[in-house]
């Protein structure tokens, strides 16, 4: 199970990766050098998070060869469609500072609620995508937040099969229908806010379980997240936390403890459904 995930398209994914959602600019070239050069090569971005040229350069500072990083970004909702998808992928590509991405993904669905025609869009964004990887400024295409209703019609239309979708994913709201549709479309699936952004901690299974394996809750989270074969992405600002999330292979959860951190009942959800969320775009 160690070693790197193999995508759909021959490249390889990282299983555990380092987020950068809500780190500052200071926050974000700190911290991103920390995971770096504490052995991350994943590294996840976004153009919403307002922070990738500070990325860039914690990627620069950490001295790590760009032939060992897998670099994500993703395309915001407000540039869904052909022509703004290139622009807003050249902008994102220049304030990484970086020649290529390793995987770009379409952040969230064009949905029924807020484009008259969802469908269209996201096929017209998905085709700017195909033509970025084939001229070699991509490797992996993706999408962020889809269902099985959204990426349906998008592969009739495809060129390039999705490699990866990212979602949240979380003890208490781990999206079984979709990941099952995704894993059984040889889609990796990527977890968001693996941690629930710390509102799973102090739930009694995940406490007890870590006492057991004298791991934190934030480790065992993880974990659980790492044996259903999903890829994650944790973020922290706090050294000590960059060190301790990658701190997961020297231990491993039973059947039982998997299937009982399966069985928590919803918890810590987002609120961000991608037929709902935003309601404008
Ligand atoms: N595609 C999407 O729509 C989407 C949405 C959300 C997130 N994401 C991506 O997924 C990444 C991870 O998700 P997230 O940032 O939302 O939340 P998360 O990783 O679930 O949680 C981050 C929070 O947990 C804290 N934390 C981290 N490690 C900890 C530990 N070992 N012990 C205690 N607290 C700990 C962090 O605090 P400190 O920083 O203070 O240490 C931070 O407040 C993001 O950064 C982003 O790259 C994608």
């Not at 799973?200 to 870590?210: I, N, R, S, T, Y």
Request: proline residues 5%; neutral net charge.
């Amino acid at each position: 199970m160690q070693g790197p995930i193999l995508l759909n398209d021959g490249h390889k994914i990282p299983r555990i990766g380092f987020g950068t959602y809500k780190a500052t600019d200071e926050e974000g070239v700190a911290s991103v050098k920390t995971a770096l050069q504490s052995g991350y090569r994943l590294i996840d971005t976004a153009a919403k998070y307002e922070n990738e040229k500070a990325v860039g350069e914690g990627i620069k500072a950490s001295e790590v060869p760009r032939e060992e990083l897998f670099i994500t970004t993703k395309l915001w909702r407000e540039n869904l469609g052909y022509a703004q998808a290139k622009k807003a992928f050249a902008e994102s590509l220049k304030r990484l500072n970086l020649k290529y991405i390793d995987l770009y993904l379409i952040h969230w669905p064009a949905n029924a609620k807020n484009h008259t025609n969802w469908q269209k869009t996201n096929a017209e964004t998905w085709r700017a995508l195909e033509d970025l990887q084939s001229e070699g400024t991509i490797k992996s295409i993706g999408v962020s937040n889809f269902w099985p209703e959204h990426l349906e019609p998008l592969l009739e239309t495809a060129r390039v099969k999705t490699a990866v979708n990212q979602i949240e994913f979380h003890p208490g709201y781990w999206q079984q229908a979709v990941t099952e549709y995704c894993k059984a479309q040889d889609i990796v699936v990527e977890s968001w806010s693996p941690l629930g952004q710390g509102r799973v901690f102090g739930h009694p299974v995940l406490e007890k379980v870590a006492k057991k394996h004298n791991k934190s809750v934030a480790q065992i989270c993880l974990r659980w997240i790492y044996q259903h074969d999903v890829v994650v992405i944790p973020k922290s600002t706090t050294p000590e936390r960059i060190k301790e999330n990658k701190n997961i292979l020297d231990f491993e959860l039973s059947v039982d403890e998997m299937r009982t951190i399966n069985e928590i009942p919803k918890m810590g959800f987002s609120g961000e459904l991608p037929n709902e969320w935003p309601d404008k775009v």
